[in-house]
């Protein structure tokens, strides 16, 4: 864990104080519009406990939000069990390098172990390479399989 960084399950008080941090995430990954609205509605089901995922802060000794990462409660028809998405993985700028990321994804791995998930898994942007040092740097592999999206 991170020098003076606690990480654990977003609280209810503490989700209006995670909205700039995921409009920031949203902002990174050039996100056309960013409707805070619409950001409160979607994440608030993420708030434990929850049939969807969970949200997990990162925090400073004075107890600031650092970063997060969002998981999904997520499924593999092939191992025939539930995975665990590590859909969102965001560190403020001033707190990067500090470990945060990797204390995230460390409790990320928890949470999946915790209900008995098949594996955590996540992606990132091929330009992203920023995290992908991090990724690389951990006990991680990193999928062979081809993502792909269509617009619905």
């Known amino acids: 864990m991170a020098d003076g960084v606690e990480v654990s399950t977003l609280r209810e008080e503490e989700f209006e104080a995670l909205l700039p941090l995921i409009a920031a995430y949203q902002s990174f990954y050039e996100v056309d519009e960013i409707d805070n609205d619409r950001n409160r509605l979607f994440f608030r089901r993420f708030i434990a406990p929850s049939e969807d995922g969970r949200i997990l802060a990162a925090r400073d000794e004075g107890g600031a939000i650092l970063g997060y990462a969002c998981l ?41 172990r915790e209900r008995g998930a098949a594996w955590l898994e996540w992606a990132t942007a091929p330009d992203n390479h920023t995290a992908q040092r991090l990724y690389d740097s951990m006990t991680s592999e990193k999928s062979t399989w081809l993502e792909y999206e269509l617009d619905v």
Request: without cysteine; charged residues 15%; glycine residues 8%.
């Open 72 to 112: 999904y409660w997520h499924f593999s028809s092939l191992a025939a069990m539930e995975t665990v998405l590590m859909n969102d993985l965001f560190v403020v700028s001033e707190a990067r390098g500090r470990g945060v990321g990797r204390a995230l994804i460390e409790a990320s791995a928890t949470v999946a």
